[in-house]
């Protein structure tokens, strides 16, 4: 009788010790680490002029025209196929997404416009 109080109480003991939301703590986080948020451009800007390293679009929600720039990390898209900079033309509907504070394009998403 002895011996089971003194395991009763080194077990009471040890339940005490361990942390009761052991079985529930989350593991970490093991996905990609998420970047600075990007800032994507009003969807009915279009395309004024292509240069070669960079594109101005004319912004239609206050009438001005904005440059960025095309870097070689700089993701494009025409009428939803992988495109390049060569693939961009005046007059098309483009939506820019920039980083934060950048006037470099991070992805450049451009539709022929319907007439």
Do not use: C, W
Request: proline fraction near 7%.
């Amino acid at each position: 009788m002895k011996r089971f109080f003194i395991l009763l109480s080194a077990l009471l003991l040890a339940l005490a010790v361990i942390p009761a939301n052991t079985a529930s703590a989350k593991p970490p986080y093991k996905g990609k680490k998420k970047g600075p948020t990007t800032v994507p451009v009003d969807t009915n800007d279009r395309i004024s002029v292509v240069h070669l390293s960079s594109i101005t679009v004319h912004q239609a929600s206050n009438q001005q025209s904005k440059e960025y720039q095309i870097t070689p990390q700089t993701k494009i898209t025409v009428n939803g196929v992988e495109g390049k900079l060569s693939n961009l033309t005046t007059g098309m509907d483009v939506t820019v997404t920039t980083a934060p504070n950048s006037s470099a394009a991070e992805t450049i998403e451009a539709k022929t416009p319907r007439h």
